[in-house]
């Protein structure tokens, strides 16, 4: 009976994800919702297909597309896996990839599972499937009034994984991570950055990971990489950076990345320093689990960077640059990355306050959009947008924009239609979760109705290191 069970929920999921796609849409959390509600066990019964191992990733920023940039290894090594979709990472989206990745009969053995999820949704997806590795990015604030408090989330991944086996591989130069081994006792695997060009002696944009999460005296820190993420110590019980299995070294952002880590010489498209991060973890797990170096070295080199996560289009001979904001670590590692390109751009900023984004958006007074004043010379115009335009628009306003260069848009079209018209070489579209796709689509569209290539070459100027 329950075998019938299971074949019946295989064959709705994919039915509806067949259905869906025929519409159009994502629709990657109904199929595993519809199934499971058919055959409850369904999720725990198809991860026992995975040969090799099941991979979790998880943390506040950078796990969408550290978890791609593993999947393209991983392809590129000629193995078969289940991967879930950005958007999906709760159990329901979850449970639609096996679906999607299974035959009929939900006996088809695949040799990985490389699953990403959020920090809430870890100690659930635990109680369904023991994965191999825990991947941790990074923890930053992110829409608190989803989570709760950062400190006890935390806590519920460290009981959710102690005494499971699993192996940790956690950020060495993140505090919040650095009492994961004595709290759990698993094994834990490092990855860092050693000094680099980039850092500073003073954080600026994080108040997370001040604290020693050991004793709760204040660190003290000889450099800051990113945010919280540096060379630190507490004067109170020692606790300090691990020692790291996997360290980079030679970081260049020019603005392109490359690092060496143990003899791999690590070379991407992508910019920004939490990008690096990302890629650094991705060569961890990858190596970890056993990818060859030269495959490892050359997926990611030619990995491109995806919906939202500084995709470019090329529209009226201008570059458009798309990027999604969740959380103010994330937006100001955006923002910082204007400064690294002189050229004159228009600034197209987004902000909805949908479930998904966070009904709360008073994370925009947290994120240093200050840092936009320092480049008013490049700046021709911002264009606040979405359903919270206005305060986008309140917010840049603050921080040092004049006020004849704001203009207030809320109609996503109508406003992504001014920063392309708007004189500029190039335009960054920023959003939030849910104006994202409905940006990309327009984008899309814009493209295909104003094709035409970028003027004066398509790489960013290079910055002097
Ligand atoms: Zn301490």
Request: net charge neutral.
């Amino acid at each position: 009976m329950s075998n019938i069970l299971k074949v019946l929920a295989i064959l709705v999921g994919k039915a509806i994800i067949l259905a869906s796609r025929l519409a159009g849409h994502q629709g990657s959390n109904l199929p595993g919702k519809a199934a499971a509600r058919i055959y409850p066990p369904l999720l725990q019964v198809l991860s026992r297909n995975i040969i090799r191992s099941t991979m979790v990733i998880t943390g506040t920023n950078g796990k969408t597309t550290t978890a791609n940039m593993v999947a393209a290894i991983i392809r590129a090594q000629g193995n078969t896996f289940v991967h879930n979709q950005a958007g999906a990472n709760m159990i329901p989206g979850i449970t639609t990839a096996f679906i999607n990745s299974s035959n009929w009969l939900g006996n088809r053995q695949l040799d990985y599972a490389l699953l990403e999820t959020d920090e809430a949704n870890v100690p659930l997806l635990l109680q369904v499937m023991k994965p191999r590795y825990l991947l941790i990015t990074n923890f930053f604030r992110d829409q608190l009034d989803r989570f709760g408090e950062l400190d006890y989330t935390i806590g519920l991944i460290k009981d959710a994984v102690k005494g499971t086996g699993i192996e940790l591989v956690l950020n060495g130069d993140d505090p919040l991570q650095s009492d994961f081994a004595a709290a759990t006792g698993l094994h834990c695997w490092y990855y860092g950055f050693a000094d680099t060009n980039y850092d500073s002696l003073t954080g600026a944009d994080s108040r997370e990971g001040r604290f020693c999460v050991i004793c709760g005296q204040e660190l003290e820190y000889v450099r800051f990489h990113y945010a919280q993420l540096g060379v630190f110590k507490c004067p109170g019980c020692g606790n300090t950076n691990p020692h790291p299995d996997f360290q980079a070294h030679w970081l260049r952002l020019t603005p392109n990345i490359s690092f060496e880590v143990n003899n791999l010489a690590v070379e991407s498209p992508y910019q920004g320093f939490y990008n690096a991060y990302n890629l650094l973890a991705a060569v961890a797990l990858a190596r970890l689990t056993g990818m060859d170096t030269e495959v490892i070295q050359k997926a990611l080199a030619e990995f491109r960077p995806q919906a939202g996560r500084m995709e470019t289009f090329a529209i009226k001979g201008k570059k458009i640059i798309l990027i999604l904001i969740k959380n103010p670590t994330g937006f100001n590692q955006s923002l910082n990355m204007l400064g690294m390109d002189p050229a004159p751009k228009n600034l197209f900023l987004a902000l909805n306050d949908n479930v998904a984004d966070g009904r709360d958006v008073s994370w925009i007074w947290d994120a240093d959009v200050e840092i936009l004043a320092q480049e008013l010379d490049t700046i021709n115009r911002v264009i606040c947008s979405g359903q919270r335009s206005g305060d986008m628009a309140v917010r840049v306003k603050y921080a040092g924009i004049p006020a004849d260069k704001i203009c207030i848009q809320s109609d996503l079209e109508d406003g992504i239609t001014a920063a392309v018209d708007e004189e500029s070489v190039l335009s960054y579209i920023f959003c939030t979760y849910t104006a994202l796709f409905a940006s990309r689509k327009i984008l899309n569209k814009l493209q295909q109705q104003y094709y035409a290539p970028q003027a004066g070459g398509t790489s960013l100027p290079r910055r002097s290191t």
